[in-house]
């Protein structure tokens, strides 16, 4: 439907401006706008704001749904898959072993529990998790919220017993199964979507203190005395520096050679696509080299693992249910790292390979994992960034690499246990410190300086925060300032004053393109956001405002008559913004301009149409294009300046013939004629 009174003003703006008026302005077609009526707006509903189930067709697809690995093994390809998915999860598995073990250090759990929780975990998520390279186990970061979480509650190093040590330890159970309940109802409810408040500037900035506070942690082992546990900097570096006096050197010189060990190898499987497994082999080559040194030598100054139990899990029920109040806050952390790190990964190697996920199915399979760990006394576990690298290097296709990978746990776990009782602790350490050390992201805040100073505070506040007040008080101000300005930047959206580009019928940022040119008595004004309670306010008093900049822009100082809105951008708008948009017509009525709305979407079309908007503005004012406003708009100005010119010659005419007729009648040489 054509705006019908516009398009008639229009047409007699033409036909006047062929006569002379105005040859600046052209006709032009004018796009028609669909109005919505009441009945339809009632009566249907945006189908893509509606979720209607899509049932599955066969068994196998709705298999397929609770347990995703049935996707892998029905496509599995053993010539092509076998031989690469054997080698990755070989790969993996011996990186885990030793790593399992050092992040059970860093969690203050023994050196078992690593083991177990490489172990369940690991067959469980190949079963439920829809990523086929993700490695799953035991991480440093989760390690380090576990030890800060559980060392508040129990403090094992004052009191050593083994009853303290076991309460330590089924805590730190309790803590896996509520980590999965808390991923498994997230992923049922599907509220993976959360996490996306927070911002990889602040991940970045918490994951990189975060690293220096696990490295300083683990610095004990290195110097060759205790150390006060703690997340916080200043703690850890004052027990550091006052008990120097009792340094022992040769902890800390073989740790050193460890530690370069590692990182040498590290760097030759990164650099050389050749050498990749060496990369791999790191961490078990330096179990391997300390396990040798430790027996050779029997240095009385290196710490030792010590006995580790042979054999498998047995199942159990968590227990000490009324500690969880005390968890529930770590519970719900280790989840946002879960989510954020894991999935993430998880997305990146999906894509690298081919296929798509679900992030809140991966999630579920994260928290089922977690959960069925916690029965075989595994503590929470997540996927890891570096085995899930080495994973997808080493060419896994499948689950089944995850899979080997477990058997390889079992394998250590069976026969290998009695080996492990040799390693350094110094080595273990060397282990997390190497692992960590990618973590710290100093790139990030360079690249932030020279882009966006904002991040870059953002950035500062989340490793500054982390670093001196801790994790769990680091990371929540730091989220809650991520918050901060997702809420800043909705309230406060971009306006933009719209200009025509010279030659075109294409309408810009005139500070974008100055060379843009806007027309005297017409405002076109773009808003770049959805319009609802928090920012109407605020886009209120922009239009305001930039109604008297551009009545101050044109020479003449020719006021606004019209205000064109363009909406495109506008994806929402609610019922707070659509009584604002009826009280500023009035308001703009109030003063003779009229306002008119361009390319509103379907949605916003309907909101507006319920609201009887359209009604109010009338609908010939509203339109497809910016364009086409603007030509009605100029058209109205042109009729309005016609008849104003129209009236003004008729008063002229008028005023002369009167003038004629006194003259005729009352002036000098009348005098004969009325004689």
């Given amino acids: 439907m054509y705006a019908s009174n516009s398009v008639s003003d229009f047409h007699n703006a033409q036909s006047s401006m062929e006569k002379g008026y105005s040859p600046s302005i ?66 993996v598995g011996t990186m885990l072993v030793p790593q399992a073990m050092s992040y059970a250090n860093l969690a203050g759990l023994q050196s078992i529990y690593g083991l177990y929780a490489g172990l369940v975990p690991v067959f469980a998520y190949a079963i439920f998790g829809s990523s086929r390279q993700l490695a799953v186990g035991p991480v440093a970061l989760v390690s380090l919220l576990v030890s800060n979480v559980l060392s508040k509650i129990v403090d094992i190093e004052d009191d050593p017993s083994d009853d303290t040590v076991q309460y330590y330890s089924e805590l730190a159970v309790l803590l896996a199964l509520m980590v999965g309940v808390v991923e498994c109802s997230m992923g049922i409810l599907r509220l993976g979507w959360l996490i996306r408040f927070i911002s990889h500037t602040v991940i970045s900035g918490f994951t990189s203190a975060s690293a220096i506070i696990i490295a300083l942690s683990q610095s004990k082992y290195f110097l060759g005395y205790s150390i006060t546990r703690s997340s916080k900097i200043i703690p850890l570096l004052e027990s550091i520096f006052s008990n120097i006096v009792q340094f022992k050197w040769r902890p800390f010189t073989f740790g050193c050679i460890t530690l370069a060990i590692l990182l040498i190898m590290k760097h030759l499987g990164k650099s050389r696509k050749n050498l990749r497994l060496v990369r791999a082999a790191g961490p078990l080559t330096a179990v391997v080299l300390g396990t040798a040194y430790a027996w050779i030598f029997n240095p009385a100054d290196i710490t030792l693992v010590g006995t580790i139990p042979q054999g498998l899990p047995q199942f159990s029920v968590p227990q000490h249910f009324d500690k969880v109040p005390d968890l529930i806050g770590t519970a719900f952390l280790i989840s946002g790292v879960a989510i954020l790190e894991s999935v993430g990964i998880a997305k990146a190697l999906a894509a690298k390979n081919g296929y798509e996920i679900d992030s809140n199915q991966e999630l579920f399979g994260l928290g089922v994992a977690n959960v069925c ?44 246990t009695p080996l492990f009782a040799q390693v350094p602790q110094c080595t273990l350490a060397a282990i997390v410190v190497s692992a960590v050390m990618g973590l710290i992201d100093y790139e990030d805040p360079i690249f932030l300086w020279h882009v966006d100073k904002r991040d870059l505070m953002l950035w500062v506040a989340s490793f500054g925060f982390t670093l001196f007040l801790g994790i769990e008080i680091g990371v929540l101000i730091a989220v809650g300032l991520s918050l901060a300005f997702v809420i800043y930047e909705s309230a406060n959206p971009h306006i933009a004053v719209l200009g025509r580009l010279p030659g075109t019928t294409v309408y810009r940022n005139i500070h974008q393109y100055p060379e843009a040119y806007t027309y005297q008595g017409i405002a076109i004004i773009r808003i770049d956001a959805p319009i609802y309670f928090a920012n109407i306010s605020f886009i209120k008093e922009r239009l305001r405002k930039y109604e008297l900049q551009l009545e101050g822009t044109h020479q003449s100082g020719r006021k606004i008559q019209y205000v064109i809105l363009e909406l495109a951008p506008v994806t929402h708008i609610d019922s707070c913004a659509v009584l604002a948009l009826k009280e500023l017509h009035e308001e703009f009525k109030g003063r003779n301009i009229q306002m008119a709305l361009s390319n509103p979407n379907h949605q916003v079309m309907v909101s507006l149409t319920k609201a009887r908007v359209p009604d109010l503005m009338g609908k010939d004012w509203f339109f497809v294009r910016v364009h086409d406003a603007v030509q009605v708009c100029l058209a109205h100005m042109q009729q309005q300046q016609h008849d104003a010119d129209f009236e003004s010659e008729d008063h002229n005419l008028d005023r002369r013939s009167q003038s004629s007729r006194a003259r005729l009648y009352t002036g000098p040489e009348a005098a004969p004629l009325l004689s």
């Fill in 26 to 91: 052209r006709a032009k077609r004018i796009l028609p706008l669909q109005h919505p009526t009441i009945e339809n707006t009632l009566q249907k509903k945006d189908s893509s704001k509606t979720w209607s189930p899509l049932w599955p067709a066969s068994w196998v697809e709705w298999l397929g749904i609770f347990f995703p690995c049935v996707h892998w093994l029905r496509s599995y390809n053993i010539k092509s898959y076998l031989k690469t998915d054997l080698m990755a999860g070989i790969t």
């Fill in 373 to 416: 760990g916690a029965f075989f006394s595994a503590y929470p576990t997540t996927g890891s960034f570096s085995r899930s690298a080495v994973n997808n290097e080493s060419g896994a296709k499948t689950g089944l690499s995850g899979i080997i990978t477990g058997v390889i746990m079992t394998a250590a776990l069976l026969f290998l």
